[in-house]
């Protein structure tokens, strides 16, 4: 029974598709940061001061191209890529979040008979200037192409399809 269904998987093989890849190695780790089809990608091409995005429609593995929606971009042309950071967006609401609460509690405090003062409104201002800070400075993570870093695409397909890309 096993022998039949081994072959009946290797018979129906050829149906499966891996992935294609896209993957920034870094010299001496292990660890890679990969991109699939359908992910956003922010890059910059060599010689240009832009940063230009697009989603990844397709990754041609043998000619190293990476095909968007609006282009094709040869894998060497590409100087840096940047990725959105969701924890500097996150921490900057909380501290919108903090800043109002603190500013509400303070002037509510006012009808309990509490004096308000000059410090709730630094701490609001310091909450809402540091939470504007982080969230505009720590916005994307860069990864510079170079002697530490490199592209790389994969084609993790089993064996080559038949039809199709």
Same mark, same amino acid.
């Given at each position: 029974?096993?022998?039949?269904?081994?072959?009946?998987?290797?018979?129906?093989?050829?149906?499966?598709?891996?992935?294609?890849?896209?993957?920034?190695?870094?010299?001496?780790?292990?660890?890679?940061?990969?991109?699939?089809?359908?992910? $956003?990608? %922010?890059?910059? +091409?060599?010689? #240009?001061?832009?940063?230009?995005? =697009?989603? *990844? @429609?397709? &990754?041609?593995? $043998?000619? %190293?191209?990476? +095909?968007?929606? #609006?282009?094709?971009?040869?894998? =060497?042309? *590409? @100087?840096? &890529?940047?990725?959105?950071?969701?924890?500097?967006?996150?921490?900057?609401?909380?501290?919108?979040?903090?800043?109002?609460?603190? &500013?509400?509690?303070?002037?509510?405090?006012?009808?309990?008979?509490?004096?308000?003062?000059?410090?709730?409104?630094?701490?609001?201002?310091?909450?809402?200037?540091?939470?504007?800070?982080?969230?505009?400075?720590?916005?994307?993570?860069?990864?510079?192409?170079?002697?530490?870093?490199?592209?790389?695409?994969?084609?993790?397909?089993?064996?080559?399809?038949?039809?199709?890309?």
């Amino acid at each position: 029974m096993r022998l039949i269904g081994i072959i009946l998987l290797l018979g129906l093989s050829h149906t499966l598709l891996g992935q294609k890849v896209l993957q920034i190695e870094r010299f001496g780790r292990a660890k890679v940061k990969k991109f699939y089809i359908g992910d $956003e990608l %922010n890059y910059r +091409l060599a010689g #240009d001061k832009a940063w230009y995005k =697009g989603t *990844i @429609q397709d &990754l041609i593995v $043998e000619e %190293n191209i990476i +095909l968007f929606e #609006d282009r094709y971009v040869r894998m =060497g042309d *590409i @100087q840096a &890529l940047r990725k959105r950071q969701r924890w500097s967006r996150q921490i900057g609401n909380q501290l919108y979040v903090f800043a109002g609460s603190w &500013l509400v509690f303070s002037t509510a405090g006012t009808l309990l008979g509490w004096e308000l003062r000059w410090d709730t409104a630094i701490i609001t201002g310091s909450a809402l200037a540091t939470g504007w800070l982080i969230k505009n400075i720590f916005k994307y993570k860069k990864y510079k192409m170079g002697k530490r870093r490199r592209l790389r695409m994969l084609n993790l397909n089993p064996i080559k399809p038949i039809y199709g890309p």
